[in-house]
Protein backbone atom coordinates (compact mmCIF):
# COMPACT_ATOMS: atom_id res chain seq x y z
CA UNK A 1 0.00 0.00 0.00
CA UNK A 2 2.76 2.53 0.73
CA UNK A 3 4.24 2.85 -2.61
CA UNK A 4 0.97 2.63 -4.19
CA UNK A 5 -0.04 5.93 -2.25
CA UNK A 6 3.55 8.15 -3.02
CA UNK A 7 2.94 6.37 -7.04
CA UNK A 8 -0.60 8.05 -7.06
CA UNK A 9 1.02 11.29 -5.42
CA UNK A 10 3.70 11.45 -8.31
CA UNK A 11 1.09 11.37 -10.91
CA UNK A 12 1.26 14.93 -9.80
CA UNK A 13 5.05 15.41 -9.14
CA UNK A 14 5.24 18.52 -11.90
CA UNK A 15 2.95 20.55 -9.68
CA UNK A 16 4.50 20.50 -6.65
CA UNK A 17 8.42 19.20 -7.82
CA UNK A 18 10.21 16.31 -7.70
CA UNK A 19 13.02 17.93 -4.32
CA UNK A 20 9.76 17.86 -2.82
CA UNK A 21 8.24 14.40 -4.00
CA UNK A 22 11.75 13.50 -2.81
CA UNK A 23 11.58 15.09 0.67
CA UNK A 24 7.86 13.18 0.78
CA UNK A 25 9.72 10.03 -0.21
CA UNK A 26 11.72 10.18 3.09
CA UNK A 27 15.23 11.21 1.05
CA UNK A 28 17.79 11.57 3.49
CA UNK A 29 20.51 14.54 2.55
CA UNK A 30 22.99 12.80 5.67
CA UNK A 31 22.56 9.70 3.94
CA UNK A 32 22.07 10.71 0.75
CA UNK A 33 19.49 7.76 0.57
CA UNK A 34 15.70 7.10 1.56
CA UNK A 35 16.20 6.63 5.41
CA UNK A 36 13.99 8.79 6.55
CA UNK A 37 9.72 8.06 7.12
CA UNK A 38 7.62 8.23 3.63
CA UNK A 39 5.60 10.88 4.48
CA UNK A 40 3.43 9.96 1.74
CA UNK A 41 2.13 7.02 3.40
CA UNK A 42 0.80 9.43 6.29
CA UNK A 43 -0.68 12.25 4.20
CA UNK A 44 -1.55 9.60 1.94
CA UNK A 45 -3.87 7.53 4.43
CA UNK A 46 -5.47 10.69 6.34
CA UNK A 47 -6.94 11.70 2.67
CA UNK A 48 -7.86 8.31 2.79
CA UNK A 49 -9.94 8.73 5.79
CA UNK A 50 -11.08 12.16 5.51
CA UNK A 51 -12.85 11.03 2.23
CA UNK A 52 -14.22 7.91 3.82
CA UNK A 53 -15.63 9.99 6.99
CA UNK A 54 -17.34 12.43 4.40
CA UNK A 55 -18.38 9.67 2.02
CA UNK A 56 -20.10 7.70 4.93
CA UNK A 57 -21.18 10.96 6.52
CA UNK A 58 -23.26 12.09 3.62
CA UNK A 59 -24.26 8.55 2.81
CA UNK A 60 -25.79 7.35 6.45
CA UNK A 61 -25.48 10.51 8.52
CA UNK A 62 -26.80 14.21 6.73
CA UNK A 63 -29.31 11.05 4.44
CA UNK A 64 -32.06 13.47 4.18
CA UNK A 65 -34.37 14.06 1.35
CA UNK A 66 -33.45 17.49 0.93
CA UNK A 67 -29.76 15.99 0.20
CA UNK A 68 -30.19 13.57 -2.19
CA UNK A 69 -29.35 15.70 -5.27
CA UNK A 70 -26.10 16.26 -7.63
CA UNK A 71 -25.81 19.47 -6.00
CA UNK A 72 -26.23 17.76 -2.13
CA UNK A 73 -23.13 14.89 -2.91
CA UNK A 74 -21.04 17.90 -4.95
CA UNK A 75 -20.99 20.12 -1.82
CA UNK A 76 -19.71 17.13 0.60
CA UNK A 77 -17.01 16.46 -2.41
CA UNK A 78 -16.07 19.95 -2.34
CA UNK A 79 -15.92 20.48 1.43
CA UNK A 80 -14.24 17.08 1.57
CA UNK A 81 -11.51 18.38 -1.31
CA UNK A 82 -11.01 21.62 0.65
CA UNK A 83 -10.23 19.29 3.96
CA UNK A 84 -7.71 17.59 2.36
CA UNK A 85 -6.11 20.44 0.18
CA UNK A 86 -5.22 22.38 3.87
CA UNK A 87 -4.11 19.04 5.46
CA UNK A 88 -1.90 18.99 2.32
CA UNK A 89 -0.30 21.87 2.48
CA UNK A 90 -0.44 22.21 5.93
CA UNK A 91 1.79 19.30 6.69
CA UNK A 92 4.26 20.21 3.93
CA UNK A 93 4.39 23.96 4.76
CA UNK A 94 4.81 23.41 8.63
CA UNK A 95 7.72 20.52 7.84
CA UNK A 96 9.48 23.95 5.33
CA UNK A 97 8.89 26.57 7.79
CA UNK A 98 10.57 24.30 10.76
CA UNK A 99 13.38 23.56 7.79
CA UNK A 100 12.83 20.05 8.47
CA UNK A 101 13.73 19.53 4.70
CA UNK A 102 16.78 18.74 3.77
CA UNK A 103 19.35 21.64 2.74
CA UNK A 104 20.21 20.03 -0.56
CA UNK A 105 17.00 19.42 -1.22
CA UNK A 106 15.84 23.03 -0.41
CA UNK A 107 18.46 24.78 -2.39
CA UNK A 108 22.02 24.91 -3.86
CA UNK A 109 24.83 26.52 -2.41
CA UNK A 110 28.59 27.69 -4.45
CA UNK A 111 31.52 26.71 -2.69
CA UNK A 112 31.23 29.48 -0.29
CA UNK A 113 28.58 28.14 1.27
CA UNK A 114 25.96 31.05 0.13
CA UNK A 115 22.62 29.68 -1.51
CA UNK A 116 22.54 30.39 -5.44
CA UNK A 117 19.19 28.79 -6.18
CA UNK A 118 16.00 27.85 -4.25
CA UNK A 119 14.64 24.63 -4.95
CA UNK A 120 11.63 24.38 -2.60
CA UNK A 121 8.86 27.31 -2.36
CA UNK A 122 5.31 27.93 -0.26
CA UNK A 123 3.98 27.53 -3.41
CA UNK A 124 5.03 24.02 -3.76
CA UNK A 125 3.11 23.14 -0.61
CA UNK A 126 0.00 24.62 -1.98
CA UNK A 127 0.79 22.62 -5.19
CA UNK A 128 1.01 19.56 -3.35
CA UNK A 129 -2.53 20.80 -1.27
CA UNK A 130 -3.77 20.48 -5.06
CA UNK A 131 -2.33 17.55 -5.57
CA UNK A 132 -4.14 16.40 -1.96
CA UNK A 133 -7.26 17.43 -3.13
CA UNK A 134 -7.71 15.92 -6.77
CA UNK A 135 -6.39 12.49 -4.68
CA UNK A 136 -8.95 12.78 -1.85
CA UNK A 137 -11.46 13.60 -4.67
CA UNK A 138 -10.89 10.73 -6.63
CA UNK A 139 -11.07 8.43 -2.85
CA UNK A 140 -14.89 10.05 -2.47
CA UNK A 141 -16.14 9.05 -5.45
CA UNK A 142 -14.38 5.79 -5.63
CA UNK A 143 -16.20 5.25 -1.91
CA UNK A 144 -19.29 6.89 -3.16
CA UNK A 145 -19.66 4.24 -6.00
CA UNK A 146 -18.88 1.22 -3.57
CA UNK A 147 -21.75 2.71 -1.52
CA UNK A 148 -23.67 3.28 -4.40
CA UNK A 149 -22.89 -0.54 -5.85
CA UNK A 150 -23.40 -2.19 -2.16
CA UNK A 151 -26.86 -0.69 -1.71
CA UNK A 152 -27.83 -2.40 -4.80
CA UNK A 153 -26.47 -5.93 -4.52
CA UNK A 154 -27.44 -5.87 -0.42
CA UNK A 155 -30.56 -3.33 0.00
CA UNK A 156 -30.00 -3.58 3.55
CA UNK A 157 -27.03 -1.56 3.01
CA UNK A 158 -28.24 1.25 0.95
CA UNK A 159 -28.68 4.93 2.17
CA UNK A 160 -32.31 5.35 2.80
CA UNK A 161 -32.72 8.65 1.00
CA UNK A 162 -29.40 9.21 -0.69
CA UNK A 163 -28.91 5.97 -2.67
CA UNK A 164 -29.20 7.34 -5.91
CA UNK A 165 -27.33 10.26 -5.31
CA UNK A 166 -25.25 11.75 -7.73
CA UNK A 167 -26.68 9.96 -10.38
Known amino acids: ?21 NYLWGYDCATQGYSNPNIFNSIGLIALAV ?12 NHPRFNRLWSWL ?4 INGIAN ?9 TDFA ?6 CLMHTRDEAGNIISWHIFETDCWM ?3 SNLIVSTGFFILFSLIII ?19
Open 98 to 103: NGTIGD
Open 75 to 78: LVLV
Open 1 to 21: MEDVLGSIYCWFESLFGQNLA
Open 85 to 93: LLIGYYITA
Open 51 to 62: SFVSTISYYYII
Open 149 to 167: ILGRLIPQLASRNCKYSPF
Open 128 to 130: FGV
